[in-house]
DNA sequence: CTTCCTGCAAAAGTTTTGCATTAAC
DNA sequence: GTTAATGCAAAACTTTTGCAGGAAG
C-alpha cells in the first residue's frame, strides 16, 4: 500500500468515525492539499479541483477539519488557508512573507526543533495552561522580495 | 511625565512622523487598548469608545497600524483583534483558549525567553530567511474550560 | 486655507446557509 | 430506503470605501 493509499484510508476512517463520507469531492480535495507543499487559500483549492463549487469546497474542508484530516492555517491575509493536518504530514512551521505575503512550508533540523519542544513544555507548565499545540511562524522577508 | 503621558506623546510622534494627527477619537482607541490586557476585537473597541463610530474604528486601527501604534492580531476567529505595538507593551505571547476562544496576554520567564529567541534565530539563519519577527501563540484549554 | 479626519451609508470581500435534488451506503 | 452530500442562489458577516461636511494645524 503506497502513502498515498494510506492518506486516502485514514482520510476515510477519521471521516467515518464522524459519521460522514469520503466522497469524490473531499478526495480531489485531500489530493490538492497534499500536492501543495503549502497551505492554500480557497481561490488555490477551486482551481485545483474543477467543477467543485465554492460552496462545496467550504463545507467540505470544513467536515474534513472536524474529521481531523485538514488544518485551517491563520495567516494575516483575510481569508483562510488550509493544509492537511499535521499528523498526516512531516512536522513544519512557515515562512511567511511580509512583503508579498507568500506562505512556505518548511521544516526544520531535528535538534532545533526538539529544543525548542523543550522550551514550550516548560512555558506550558509554567503558564499552568494545557498546553495542546503552539502555533509558530516566522514572518520575513522572502527571496524574491529581498 | 507618567508613563501614559509617555504612551501618547510617542503615539503622537508616530502619527505626525506619517503626516498624520493625534486626534480624541485615536486617543481613545489607544486607551483602551493600552488598559485592556489582551488584544481586542472590533465589538471591544467600540464598546470601550462610546461615540466612535464602526468606520472611523476601522480607519484609525489601520493608521494607528500604519504608524507603528498598534498591532492587528491574528487568532483564529474570522475576525481582527488589536493591541498596542511590541514596543510599547512588554514583550509578551498570547494564550489562546482552542474551547471559548478567549485569548489572554502572558509574560514568560526572561531566560525562556532567551531561550526562544537563540532557537529562532538559529532557525532563521538555517533556512535563510530574512527574519524579521516571529509569531507563537500557545493554544491550549483555560482554566475556566479545564 | 489646505490637509486630514469624521460619519453616514453603501459596497466589497469572504464565508455561511436554505432548500430541493442527487448520491452514498 | 435512509442519511448525508451537492449545487445553486441568497444571506450573513467583517471590513473597506465614496462623499459631503467639519476639525486641525
Redesign the interface.
Known amino acids: 500500500m503506497t502513502r498515498v493509499d494510506d492518506l486516502h484510508t485514514t482520510a476515510a476512517a477519521r471521516l467515518r468515525a464522524a459519521g460522514q463520507r469520503y466522497t469524490g469531492a473531499r478526495e480531489a480535495l485531500v489530493v490538492a492539499l497534499a500536492g501543495a507543499g503549502k497551505p492554500l487559500t480557497i481561490a488555490d483549492v477551486l482551481a485545483a479541483c474543477p467543477g467543485v463549487p465554492q460552496s462545496s469546497a467550504y463545507r467540505n474542508l470544513a467536515a474534513l477539519e472536524q474529521a481531523g484530516v485538514v488544518r ?1 492555517v ?3 491575509e483575510d481569508f483562510a488557508r488550509y493544509e492537511l493536518a499535521e499528523d498526516l504530514t512531516e512536522h513544519h512551521h512557515h ?1 511567511v512573507c ?1 512583503s508579498c505575503g507568500r506562505v512556505e512550508d ?1 521544516t ?2 531535528g535538534d ?1 526543533e526538539s ?2 519542544d523543550r ?2 513544555d ?3 507548565r ?18 524574491d522580495c ?1
Chains 1, 2 share one sequence.
Open positions: 485551517r491563520i495567516t494575516d515562512l511580509s518548511v526544520i533540523p532545533l529544543s525548542m522550551t514550550l516548560r512555558l506550558a509554567r503558564t499552568g495552561f494545557a498546553q495542546v499545540s503552539h502555533r509558530l511562524d516566522l514572518i520575513g522577508t522572502c527571496r529581498a
